[in-house]
C-alpha cells in the first residue's frame, strides 16, 4: 500500500473488524499457536493494516491471522497502521497483502481473485475511465490471465464440490468443466459422488458439461457417467528391475523380462486347466 495518508496507533481489538468477504481462512492450527506464542513472548513485530469504517470501528486489511492470535493470546489493543482507502482500493490490497502466502487454498484464490478483478473494474468505471477495462494478466504476478480466468470459475461451484477441490480430490481442470452445471446439476453430482465414493475425471467432466448445456444432463445420466470404470483406475502391478535381475540372463531387458513373466503366467495357466480336466475324469 502506497497510500501516504497514513496514521499509525494502538486501537482496541474489539473495534477491529475482519474484511467483508475476506476469502482467506484463519485456522486455529500449529501454525497459530507458533504464532500466539510468538506475539505473547516478543510481541506484535509486524501492525495490522485497517482502515476507518462506521461507528469508530476499523476494517481490517492485512493483519487477520494476526489479530486473531492476539485474540487468543487475551491482548486487549494492537499496534495498526490506519489508510484512508476507499472499498475497492482496500479489496486490491486486501488480496494482494495475502497472496505471497506459502499455502492458498484453490477455493481462497478463486474468491480473491474475483474480488480483485471486480475492484479494479469498479475503480476505472467511478473514476471516469470510459472504456478502461483491466485485463486478468493483471490480477496476480506469476499466473496468466487465463489461470487466473480458471480459478474465478471455481466460484461457481457449490460449497461441497468446492470442498472437495481444496481437499485436492479433484483437480482444477476438472473443476473448471464442472463449474458450468446448474446447482442442481452440481447437487446431483455431489450426491453420487458421495454415495459411489468416487471423483469425476476430466473426461467425464467434459462430457457432463456438454450435456448440461444441451439440457440432457439429469441425476441417471450423472449416476450412469460417474459410474463407468476409469482407465487410471485399473489396478497394476509393478518391479524394480534390480529385483527381476536375478531371475534372468544378464543381457535381457526390461521388456524381455516382462514377456518372459508373462508367458510362464499363460504357461501355468494351462497346465492348471490341464490338471483340473484330469481330475473331472
Same mark, same amino acid.
Request: net charge negative; aromatic share 6%.
Given at each position: 500500500?502506497?497510500?501516504?495518508?497514513?496514521?499509525?496507533?494502538?486501537?482496541?481489538?474489539?473495534?477491529?473488524?475482519?474484511?467483508?468477504?475476506?476469502?482467506?481462512?484463519?485456522?486455529?492450527? =500449529?501454525?497459530?499457536?507458533?504464532?500466539?506464542? &510468538?506475539?505473547?513472548?516478543?510481541? #506484535?513485530?509486524?501492525?495490522?493494516?485497517?482502515?476507518?469504517?462506521?461507528?469508530?470501528?476499523?476494517?481490517?486489511?492485512?493483519?487477520?491471522?494476526?489479530?486473531?492470535?492476539?485474540?487468543?493470546?487475551?491482548?486487549?489493543?494492537?499496534?495498526?497502521?490506519?489508510?484512508?482507502?476507499?472499498?475497492?482500493?482496500?479489496?486490491? =490490497?486486501?488480496?494482494?497483502?495475502?497472496?505471497?502466502?506459502? $499455502?492458498?487454498?484453490?477455493?481462497?484464490?478463486?474468491?480473491?481473485?474475483?474480488?480483485?478483478?471486480?475492484?479494479?473494474?469498479?475503480?476505472?468505471?467511478?473514476?471516469?475511465?470510459?472504456?478502461?477495462?483491466?485485463?486478468?494478466?493483471?490480477?496476480?504476478?506469476?499466473? &496468466?490471465?487465463?489461470?487466473?480466468?480458471?480459478?474465478?470459475?471455481?466460484?461457481?461451484?457449490?460449497?461441497?464440490?468446492?470442498?472437495?477441490?481444496?481437499?485436492?480430490?479433484?483437480?482444477?481442470?476438472?473443476?473448471?468443466? #464442472?463449474?458450468?452445471?446448474?446447482? =442442481?446439476?452440481?447437487?446431483?453430482?455431489?450426491?453420487?459422488?458421495?454415495?459411489?465414493?468416487?471423483?469425476?475425471?476430466?473426461?467425464?467432466?467434459?462430457?457432463?458439461?456438454? #450435456?448440461?448445456?444441451?439440457?440432457?444432463?439429469?441425476?441417471?445420466?450423472?449416476?450412469?457417467?460417474?459410474?463407468?470404470?476409469?482407465?487410471?483406475?485399473?489396478?497394476?502391478?509393478?518391479? $524394480?528391475?534390480?529385483?527381476?535381475?536375478?531371475?534372468?540372463?544378464?543381457?535381457?531387458?526390461?521388456?524381455?523380462?516382462?514377456?518372459?513373466?508373462?508367458?510362464?503366467? $499363460?504357461?501355468?495357466?494351462?497346465?492348471?486347466?490341464?490338471? *483340473?480336466?484330469?481330475?473331472? *475324469?
Amino acid at each position: 500500500m502506497t497510500d501516504m495518508n497514513v496514521q499509525a496507533a494502538q486501537l482496541p481489538v474489539d473495534k477491529l473488524r475482519p474484511f467483508e468477504g475476506h476469502p482467506f481462512r484463519v485456522k486455529d492450527d =500449529a501454525e497459530m499457536d507458533q504464532l500466539v506464542f &510468538s506475539i505473547l513472548t516478543q510481541g #506484535l513485530f509486524t501492525p495490522i493494516s485497517v482502515r476507518p469504517i462506521e461507528n469508530g470501528e476499523y476494517e481490517v486489511i492485512s493483519g487477520h491471522r494476526r489479530l486473531h492470535a492476539c485474540k487468543k493470546a487475551g491482548i486487549e489493543t494492537v499496534s495498526a497502521l490506519i489508510y484512508s482507502l476507499d472499498r475497492d482500493a482496500a479489496t486490491i =490490497a486486501m488480496v494482494d497483502s495475502n497472496l505471497h502466502r506459502e $499455502k492458498i487454498l484453490p477455493s481462497e484464490k478463486a474468491f480473491a481473485y474475483k474480488m480483485k478483478f471486480d475492484a479494479m473494474n469498479h475503480q476505472g468505471r467511478t473514476s471516469g475511465q470510459v472504456g478502461q477495462k483491466w485485463t486478468r494478466d493483471e490480477i496476480a504476478e506469476g499466473e &496468466s490471465g487465463r489461470q487466473v480466468q480458471r480459478y474465478i470459475r471455481l466460484t461457481n461451484l457449490i460449497p461441497g464440490i468446492l470442498q472437495k477441490v481444496d481437499e485436492g480430490r479433484i483437480a482444477l481442470t476438472p473443476a473448471v468443466e #464442472l463449474s458450468y452445471l446448474t446447482d =442442481a446439476e452440481q447437487e446431483d453430482l455431489l450426491e453420487t459422488m458421495e454415495s459411489e465414493d468416487c471423483t469425476p475425471s476430466l473426461s467425464q467432466a467434459i462430457q457432463m458439461k456438454a #450435456l448440461s448445456q444441451s439440457g440432457q444432463l439429469d441425476m441417471d445420466t450423472i449416476f450412469h457417467i460417474m459410474t463407468q470404470p476409469k482407465a487410471n483406475q485399473q489396478e497394476k502391478i509393478s518391479f $524394480k528391475v534390480s529385483e527381476l535381475r536375478d531371475f534372468f540372463p544378464r543381457h535381457y531387458t526390461a521388456a524381455q523380462m516382462m514377456q518372459e513373466i508373462i508367458l510362464a503366467v $499363460k504357461e501355468r495357466q494351462q497346465r492348471l486347466a490341464r490338471q *483340473r480336466n484330469r481330475d473331472a *475324469r
